[in-house]
């Protein structure tokens, strides 16, 4: 069974950045949907931004403009760049892939903390 494992998360500064990594054990190859998905306590998870297998990305409001997912099938990875980052952004983010247009594997999570 594959498994997907992120890292990247840390604490940043208003303003700061962080590029985050989700690897899959058996590669992404297959997968139609991988994305990034946030949650803070008491929340569902909410998705933050999603690429299909062709390519086509899709971004919450929140984060226009200032994420960017992307991954790389010679390295088995997504990845989420995070500019501009606001305290809002704060959340444990998940890395979740797909064969259809729901996720069906998860990570186990890695925190972002943006604080001053």
């Known amino acids: 069974q594959v498994q997907l494992v992120e890292s990247g998360g840390g604490l940043v500064q208003p303003g700061g950045l962080l590029r985050l990594t989700c690897t899959a054990s058996?590669?992404?190859?297959?997968?139609?949907?991988l994305a990034w998905y946030s949650q803070v306590p008491g929340k569902p998870r909410e998705l933050v931004a999603s690429?299909?297998?062709?390519?086509?990305?899709s971004y919450a409001d929140s984060v226009k403009g200032r994420f960017t997912i992307s991954r790389d099938y010679s390295k088995d990875s997504v990845f989420m760049q995070m500019n501009s980052l606001k305290p809002d952004d704060t959340a444990v983010y998940y890395c979740?892939?797909?064969?259809?247009?729901?996720?069906?594997?998860w990570g186990q999570g890695t925190q972002v903390n943006v604080s001053s």
């Open positions: 690429i299909t297998d062709i390519g086509i990305t």
């Open positions: 058996l590669g992404i190859i297959g997968f139609y949907t």
């Open positions: 979740g892939a797909g064969f259809d247009g729901s996720v069906s594997v």
